[in-house]
């Protein structure tokens, strides 16, 4: 067992995970089991996953668990998860985060709270972090949803610093179970490295973001992150284990969790 002395000065970080995955009969992750260890929910839509009783169900989990609530829009890609990519213009990428956050916002009002924050999916995501048009367009969709929802944007990325640039709250997120290039982009999933699936290699790559500020690429290189949320992956096998070990390293270590 690996044990970390803590030397560190207190920090806070936010442990979101992407749910309500789960479409019709189909079923994926495991978001009741997750929910009570993290601060932030990301709930699809349903243009990738999900669906309207998914929807409701999951906001309502997070609700009464006093999780914060996000949409987790995506490209329309059902068949594809929302993973593959599309060519679409700024406005189309405006059009689907206020569309699918507006779905996710009316279950969350519905349920007597508010919507939190807006984490983009898959390529939609990726797709952004360079592209300062998309960008762009991300942050005004975001923007406009008012209530001064949140961005959740990879760490120092496009998405991020148009964010910050524009004077909506940003959050700049981590991931712990994925491999970085040189340039603080996530590297593919088919990549090797690409997925960390090892836990503790996961937690210790998590320690360095949160307490040092910096992530080490595939190819050795310090890359500098802003950590304000940390993402899991629900959907990855043994994602409530994982959970528990960071939750339980984090108290070790003196991190507080909580929502950005």
């Excluded at 090892?198 to 210790?204: D, G, H, N, R, S």
Aim: charged share 20%; glycine share 10%; hydrophobic share 45%.
């Amino acid at each position: 067992m690996v044990v970390w002395k803590n030397e560190q000065n207190l920090k806070t970080i936010d442990l979101n995970c992407d749910m309500g995955e789960s479409y019709g009969a189909w079923k994926m992750g495991a978001d009741a089991e997750v929910m009570p260890f993290i601060t932030s929910a990301n709930i699809a839509c349903g243009f990738h996953a999900g669906d309207p009783a998914t929807i409701r169900n999951t906001v309502r989990l997070a609700v009464d668990r006093g999780v914060a609530v996000g949409a987790h829009p995506s490209l329309p890609d059902l068949m594809g998860f929302g993973r593959r990519v599309m060519r679409i213009s700024p406005q189309d990428l405006y059009d689907l985060v206020v569309y699918q956050a507006g779905a996710v916002e009316a279950f969350t009002r519905a349920a007597g709270a508010k919507l939190y924050h807006v984490k983009c999916h898959g390529a939609l995501y990726n797709m952004a972090v360079d592209d300062e048009a998309l960008s762009d367009a991300m942050v005004r969709a975001v923007k406009d949803l008012g209530s001064g929802v949140m961005l959740y944007a990879l760490s120092r990325s496009k998405s991020f610093q148009l964010g910050k640039k524009a004077g909506i709250p940003v959050a700049g997120e981590v991931f712990a179970d994925r491999g970085y290039s040189d340039d603080g982009t996530l590297a593919p999933r088919d990549r090797p490295g690409g997925m960390i699936e090892e836990p503790m290699a996961a937690v210790k790559q998590a320690l360095a973001m949160i307490e040092e500020g910096y992530v080490t690429s595939l190819s050795g290189k310090r890359v500098a992150v802003s950590a304000d949320t940390l993402c899991l992956h629900g959907d990855q096998p043994g994602a409530v284990s994982f959970a528990q070990a960071l939750r339980k390293v984090f108290s070790e270590r003196g991190i507080n969790v909580a929502a950005p």
